[in-house]
C-alpha cells in the first residue's frame, strides 16, 4: 500500500477549503436542444423537495413544451424580470429577488444566455456566480456548442455560429455533471412532433441545424468532454488515494524513445496504434546522468523523434531519474498508462544476462500494462540514456568524459612519489587507499575514463613499487593480490558514483540557472508598464538566453505586421522577412529555420499567441539552432515567451481600462454638462419667452415703463445664458490644455481693479474693501486669466452673502509669491463639501436661487494651476467663507529706472 503524497494531500485540502460555504453546481449537459436536459433537471429538483429540501425556480424556459411545463407544477417559481426591446418583451432572471429569497437550490435554465442590457451582469453564468458564492446550489442547463473552447469547431461543421458561449473554467469547475443523451433520430422524430420548437420553427431548424449528421457530431463532442471530466475525477482520485496499479478504463499509449535511430520509427508505431485505438498517447524520454557521455549527433536523434511526435499529436514529457525503467513505470502508474511501445533489447547473450536491459525491467516489474516490442534488425539499437537539453553540455560533456586521459596517470605518479618516503612505514592496505583516494579526486575533477585510467595506473604502480617483491610486477603476497583487486573494483564504482554526482550537478546547475532567468524576467516585466519596455526586456533576456538577434513584429491598425515604434536595441533584429512573419500569424505555426515550413529562412518565426488569438510574431535569429529546439531549451523559450506575451495583455488591458475609464468620465461629464445646462437655462429661457410674448401680443397696451422692465429682463437674462456659454467654453478650452498664458508684468492693483469695473454694475450696492501694501511688485502673469478667476470669486461672494454685506479683498507680494484674498461675509462652506468646491459642477444646493453651473470656481483653480499657484477655501470667524489663491514667482521683476 503506497502513501499518498502530502503535496497532493495539501492541494486537495486547499481545493476544499476554497469551496467551504460556496454553493453547489450541477450541469445538465446535453448535445443539442430538445434531448431533455431542462425535464431532467426539473424531474431532479422535484425529488429533492418531496424530501423536504427547499428548491425555487428562479428561470426555466419551456419553448411551449407540454410536458416540461407538467414539472413545474408543484414547485416554487421566483417571479421573472419583463424587459422591453424593441418592441417586443423578455423575461429575464431576477438575480436580486433570488438572493433575497435565498433557497437551498435554485433552478437557473440555459447557462449561456445573455442577459438583457442594463442588467447587472452580462451573462447568466455570472448570475449563477454570484448565486454560488452567496452558498446557494444552483441547477443549469448547458449545450455542448456553448462551450468557449468548441463553439468555433462547432461553428465550422454546423454552418451556425454560437455567440452565448460559456467559459471552459465554469464547465470544469463545476461539482457535478449529468449527460443528459438521445439518439440522433429519436431527437428528430421529437422535433417533426413538435416537442422540440413550433412547427414553423421547427421546419427551418430541420434544413439547418438539426441535420443527422450535425446532431451526430454534437453528441460525440458531448460524450467526449464527459468522458474527458470522468476521466480528469479518476486520475484525481487515484492520486489523492495513491494508487499505483493501472485501471483498464481507457486507452493510453506511452512511447519511451532513446537517442537511436530507432526512435522515429517508435513514435510512427505509436502514432498508427493510437490512430487505430482511438487513444492519447504521450512520448517520453529519460534523462540520467549517463547523457554527458553521448555526442550531439545521438542527442539529435531524440530532439528529432520528440518533434517528429509533437507534430503526429502526442504530448512529449522528458523525465530525470537514476534508473530509467523505475522513473518510466513510476510515470505510466501515475497517468494510468495502460499500453507501452519500447524498442527491443540491444543487448544480447550473456551481456543480456550479466548486465540487463531497461526492456527486461519494465516487463518484469510492471502489472497490467500491456507491451509493444519494436525491432529492425537493419537498423542498430542503441542503449536508451536521457538528455540534458543544454547547448552549454556539449562543450563540457567533452573535456569530463573524454578529458586528458593523461591527468589519470599524471594522478596516479605523483600519489607514488608521495607514497615512497613512507613504505616502510605504511601497510600495503593504507598505501591503497591513497591510491583509492586520487582515483576518487579525478573522478570528480575529470571525469570517468581518466578516473578509470588512474585506476588500472594506481594498480600498476602499487604491483612494482610497493608490492614485494618490489620493482617486479609479481605480487607474493595474496593479501595485497586481494586488495589490489578490491581496489580495482571499488575505484570504478566509486569512479562512475562520482561521475553521476558530477553530472547531476551540472545539471542542477543548469536547472537552476534556467530558473533564475525566468525569475529575473518575470521580475522585470512585472514592473514594466508600457509596451516599449516590455518589447526592450524581452529581446534583451532572449538574446542572453538563447543567443542570436531577435525582435518583435505587431499588427498596425491596418493589419500589416511592422517592427515596434522604438529605438532598436544592438541586438534588435531589423531583416526579418515580413511575408513569412504574416503567414506564421495567420496561421498560428512555427516556421524557418529548424522547421518544416520555410527550413531555408535565417530566422525562426513564432507566433504570439494570446488569450484571443495571435498578437504578434516573435523573430530570433539563432546562432545555434540547439539551443532553441532542445526539448528543455524549446519549454523554456514558450515559457519567455508566455510571459511576454501576457504582460503585453496586461498592458494593453491596462490601457483599454483607462480609455474606459475616460470614456466613462467623459460621459459623466457630459451627463452632468446637459444636466446642469438644463436646469440653468430654464429659468432664463421662460423669463424671455414670456417677456418676448408679452411684447409681442400687448405691446401696444403697454405703458413705458412697462416695455422696459420687459427688454430689461430679457437683457438680463440673455447676459446670464452668455455668461453661462463663455464659462462652458472656457472650461472646455483648459480642459483640452488649448490655452497659452501671456505671460506679462502686471500690477497686482491693476487686475484687481479691473476685475472691479467688470462688476461695477452687480456690486453697486454692497461695500467692498481693498487692502493692498504699499510698494507692490510686479507679477508675471497673464491678466486677462487673472481678472477671469477675480471676477468669478467676486461673483461667487456676491451671490452667496446677503445684499448690503462687505467683501474684503487684501493683496500681499512676499519674496516667495503673491496671494489674493477675498472673504465675504455668507454662510460658509461645510468642511466635509471644502475639498469638492472646486470640483466641475459641484454645487451645495443643486437646485437653489442661485443661477450657475458649478463651473466658475473650478476654472479659478485651473487658472491658478495653469499660472503653477493654487487655490484654496477656509471658514472666516464671525461667518463667510475665505477665498485664496497664492501664485509663486518664477523670476525676478524688472527694476523700473526713474524718470
Not at 520509427?265 to 496504434?273: D, N
Not at 401696444?700 to 416695455?707: K, M, T
Not at 477655501?873 to 461667518?879: A, H, I, T
Request: include cysteine; charge should be negative; proline fraction near 4%.
Amino acid at each position: 500500500m503506497h502513501r499518498p503524497d502530502p503535496d497532493r494531500l495539501l492541494e486537495r485540502a486547499k481545493r476544499y477549503e476554497a469551496r467551504n460555504g460556496r454553493g453547489h453546481l450541477k450541469i445538465f449537459f446535453g448535445a443539442a436542444a430538445g434531448v431533455g436536459k431542462t425535464y431532467a433537471m426539473l424531474q431532479a429538483a422535484r425529488l429533492l423537495a418531496q424530501d423536504g429540501r427547499d428548491v425555487v425556480v428562479g428561470f426555466v424556459e419551456t419553448h411551449g413544451r407540454t410536458e416540461t411545463q407538467a414539472q413545474l407544477a408543484d414547485l416554487v417559481q421566483l417571479p421573472v424580470l419583463m424587459k422591453n426591446r424593441r418592441g417586443s418583451c423578455r423575461k429575464e432572471f431576477d438575480l436580486d429577488a433570488a438572493l433575497k429569497r435565498n433557497p437551498d437550490l435554485i433552478l437557473v435554465d440555459e447557462l449561456a444566455h445573455t442577459n438583457f442590457s442594463g442588467m447587472r451582469h452580462p451573462k447568466r453564468w455570472q448570475d449563477v456566480q454570484e448565486l454560488l458564492e452567496s452558498g446557494i446550489d444552483v441547477y443549469t442547463t448547458l449545450n455542448v456548442q456553448h462551450l468557449e473552447s468548441l463553439h468555433e469547431d462547432v461553428g465550422r461543421f454546423v454552418g451556425i455560429r454560437v455567440w452565448e458561449t460559456v467559459p471552459d473554467t465554469v464547465f470544469e469547475a463545476a461539482d457535478e455533471v449529468e449527460l443528459v443523451d438521445l439518439p440522433p433520430d429519436e431527437l428528430l422524430m421529437r422535433l417533426r412532433e413538435g416537442k422540440v420548437y413550433l412547427p414553423e420553427k421547427a421546419e427551418r431548424a430541420l434544413s439547418h441545424f438539426f441535420r443527422k449528421g450535425n446532431l451526430i457530431a454534437l453528441r460525440e463532442l458531448a460524450l467526449r468532454r464527459t468522458a474527458e471530466r470522468v476521466d480528469a475525477q479518476m486520475q484525481d482520485y487515484r492520486q489523492e488515494n495513491a494508487i499505483r496499479e493501472v485501471w483498464n478504463v481507457g486507452e493510453r499509449i506511452l512511447v519511451c524513445i532513446g537517442p537511436n535511430h530507432q526512435a522515429v520509427k517508435l513514435v510512427r508505431a505509436a502514432k498508427r496504434l493510437a490512430t487505430s485505438l482511438h487513444a492519447s498517447w504521450i512520448a517520453v524520454y529519460v534523462e540520467t546522468p549517463a547523457l554527458q557521455r553521448l555526442s550531439s549527433s545521438r542527442r539529435d536523434e531524440v530532439l528529432k523523434a520528440l518533434r517528429l511526435a509533437e507534430r503526429l499529436g502526442a504530448n512529449t514529457v522528458t523525465l530525470s531519474g537514476q534508473n530509467m525503467g523505475n522513473t518510466i513505470l513510476q510515470y505510466a502508474h501515475e497517468h494510468n498508462i495502460n499500453k507501452l511501445v519500447l524498442g527491443r533489447p540491444s543487448r544480447k547473450g550473456w551481456r543480456r544476462w550479466f548486465l540487463g536491459s531497461v526492456v527486461d525491467t519494465i516487463i518484469s516489474q510492471a502489472h497490467g500494462i500491456n507491451f509493444y516490442l519494436l525491432g529492425d534488425e537493419s537498423l542498430p539499437i542503441l542503449k536508451s540514456s536521457p538528455e540534458l537539453a543544454e547547448d552549454h553540455v556539449d562543450r563540457l560533456s567533452s573535456d569530463k568524459n573524454y578529458g586528458n586521459p593523461l591527468w589519470g596517470v599524471v594522478t596516479a605518479l605523483v600519489l607514488t612519489l608521495i607514497d615512497w618516503p613512507f613504505r616502510e612505514v605504511l601497510s600495503p592496505s593504507n598505501i591503497l587507499l591513497v591510491y583509492l583516494l586520487g582515483v576518487f579526486f579525478v573522478a570528480m575533477r575529470f571525469g570517468l575514463w581518466p578516473s578509470i585510467l588512474a585506476s588500472l595506473a594506481s594498480a600498476a604502480l602499487f604491483a612494482f613499487f610497493f608490492a614485494p617483491p618490489i620493482f617486479s610486477f609479481a605480487i607474493a603476497d595474496p593479501e595485497d593480490l586481494i586488495g589490489l583487486a578490491v581496489m580495482l573494483v571499488v575505484g570504478a564504482v566509486t569512479s562512475n558514483l562520482a561521475d553521476n554526482v558530477r553530472s547531476q550537478t551540472q545539471v542542477a546547475r543548469y536547472r537552476e540557472r534556467r530558473a533564475s532567468t525566468l525569475y529575473h524576467l518575470s521580475k522585470e516585466l512585472a514592473e514594466a508598464r508600457l509596451e516599449d519596455e516590455i518589447i526592450e526586456i524581452g529581446v534583451r533576456h532572449i538574446h542572453a538566453e538563447f543567443g542570436g538577434r531577435n525582435t518583435f513584429l505587431f499588427p498596425d491598425r491596418n493589419g500589416k505586421l511592422c517592427y515596434p515604434p522604438h529605438i532598436p536595441l544592438p541586438i534588435s533584429l531589423l531583416g526579418a522577412d515580413l511575408g513569412v512573419a504574416r503567414w506564421v500569424f495567420n496561421h498560428g505555426q512555427i516556421a524557418g529555420n529548424g522547421t518544416d515550413t520555410l527550413p531555408s529562412e535565417k530566422a525562426v518565426y513564432i507566433p504570439l499567441i494570446g488569450s484571443t488569438g495571435a498578437i504578434g510574431v516573435l523573430v530570433l535569429e539563432p546562432i545555434n539552432l540547439r539551443r532553441i529546439f532542445l526539448p528543455e531549451q524549446r519549454r523554456l523559450l514558450d515559457t519567455f515567451v508566455n510571459q511576454i506575451v501576457h504582460t503585453l495583455e496586461r498592458a494593453n488591458l491596462a490601457e483599454q481600462a483607462k480609455d474606459a475609464t475616460l470614456k466613462m468620465q467623459s460621459e459623466t461629464l457630459r451627463n452632468s454638462l446637459l444636466s446642469s445646462i438644463s436646469h440653468d437655462l430654464r429659468t432664463p429661457l421662460a423669463t424671455i419667452v414670456s417677456a418676448s410674448s408679452a411684447l409681442e401680443s400687448d405691446g401696444e397696451h403697454l405703458d413705458e415703463n412697462s416695455r422696459r422692465k420687459l427688454v430689461r429682463a430679457i437683457n438680463e437674462e440673455v447676459q446670464r445664458m452668455s455668461e453661462l456659454t463663455i464659462k462652458i467654453l472656457d472650461m472646455a478650452q483648459l480642459e483640452a490644455g488649448e490655452v497659452v498664458l501671456n505671460r506679462q508684468w502686471y500690477e497686482a492693483e491693476e487686475i484687481v481693479g479691473c476685475a472691479l469695473r467688470r462688476l461695477d454694475k452687480k456690486l453697486n450696492n454692497r461695500p467692498v474693501n481693498v487692502q493692498i501694501a504699499d510698494s507692490q511688485a510686479l507679477i508675471l502673469v497673464d491678466a486677462v486669466l487673472l481678472q477671469q478667476v477675480m471676477v468669478n470669486l467676486l461673483d461667487n461672494a456676491d451671490k452667496y452673502s446677503s445684499e448690503g454685506l462687505p467683501i474684503d479683498i487684501s493683496v500681499e507680494t512676499t519674496p516667495f509669491g503673491l496671494t489674493i484674498t477675498i472673504a465675504d461675509r455668507g454662510p460658509g462652506i461645510a468642511e466635509e463639501f471644502q475639498h469638492k468646491i472646486f470640483d466641475k459642477f459641484f454645487r451645495i444646493h443643486a437646485e437653489s436661487a442661485q443661477s450657475g453651473v458649478g463651473l466658475g470656481l473650478s476654472i479659478c483653480r485651473a487658472i491658478v494651476e495653469a499660472h503653477g499657484g493654487e487655490v484654496s477655501v477656509s471658514n472666516r470667524n464671525g461667518g463667510g467663507a475665505i477665498f485664496q489663491l497664492h501664485l509663486p514667482i518664477l523670476q525676478s521683476p524688472p527694476s523700473i529706472e526713474p524718470e
